[in-house]
């Protein structure tokens, strides 16, 4: 189960390189940086955490991995933050908040709109977190 899960959110991301561009070089760690931000969000909420700091924690992973790899290979941040974060995005859960709506239900699209607007200021929170951090260490160690 799991490992089809990483299989799967490994081409996610690097499908989405391929989407956006990214240099054929880096496909490959576009898709391992989204293979361990879900492995961190699987086993925190198999662990029976919430999805909104699963999320948050995933999406630091994502984006420490993004800024090792920019550094080891050369290449802009951008390209291993979007296609690493893609996997976490709740896209099946605004979906069904949207169908919810439609269908005149909206007690539970209310909720499950409210869940992934929640899931998705956690990804922006995550990634924001993370370089506040390499700023601070970045700083903290050559001075200003």
Known sequence: MILEQLVTSFFA????????????????QCGLVGMFGWLMYVLLTNQG???????????????VLSQLCAKLYKT???I????????????????????NFVENDYN???QLAAKAFLISGAIAIG???SEVINQVIRRSRFGK
């Open 108 to 110: 539970v699209a209310l």
């Open 49 to 63: 955490i919430d999805a909104v700091p699963s999320t948050v924690a995933a999406s630091v992973i994502v984006a």
């Open 13 to 28: 991301a690097a499908g989405f390189g391929v989407l956006f561009n990214a240099p054929k070089k880096s496909l490959i």
């Open 80 to 99: 291993f933050n979007v296609s690493g974060i893609i996997p976490l995005v709740p896209g099946g859960l605004a979906y069904d908040a949207m169908r």
């Open 76 to 78: 802009p941040i951008i």
């Open 127 to 129: 990634l924001v977190f």
